[in-house]
């Protein structure tokens, strides 16, 4: 069953961290480039990391030195550390792979930032 699976999220307070982690099955998870993006209440989902297929990260300026995503290849698993959390990262990330025209999107986990 092709399918991303997304876990670690959870309440927080600020300042602190959390791991979130992307399990993919069903695909030739190595070939793949993978991102996480996240949507908050009222607001269009935005794009906040990505990962290629040779390791090569990109981040979005909001979460540059605070986050770090990652990938483990032979556990066809992605991760965004999150440090430094602050109540405007409250929100659902999601986890995405892209291989040419496939695109594939895993069903979210929350996120919420709060003292």
């Known amino acids: 069953q092709v399918q991303l699976v997304e876990s670690g999220g959870g309440l927080v307070q600020p300042g602190g961290s959390l791991r979130l982690s992307c399990a993919a099955s069903?695909?030739?998870?190595?070939?793949?480039?993978m991102g996480w993006y996240r949507q908050a209440p009222g607001k269009e989902r935005e794009w906040v990391a990505h990962i290629t297929s040779g390791g090569t990260t990109t981040y979005t300026d909001s979460v540059k030195g605070r986050f770090t995503i990652s990938r483990d290849n032979a556990k066809n698993t992605v991760y965004l550390q999150m440090n430094s959390l602050k109540p405007e990262d409250t929100a659902v990330y999601y986890c995405n792979g892209k291989l040419s025209r496939d695109e594939l999107w895993g069903q979210g986990t929350q996120v919420t930032v709060s003292s």
């Open positions: 069903g695909i030739a998870f190595t070939f793949y480039a």
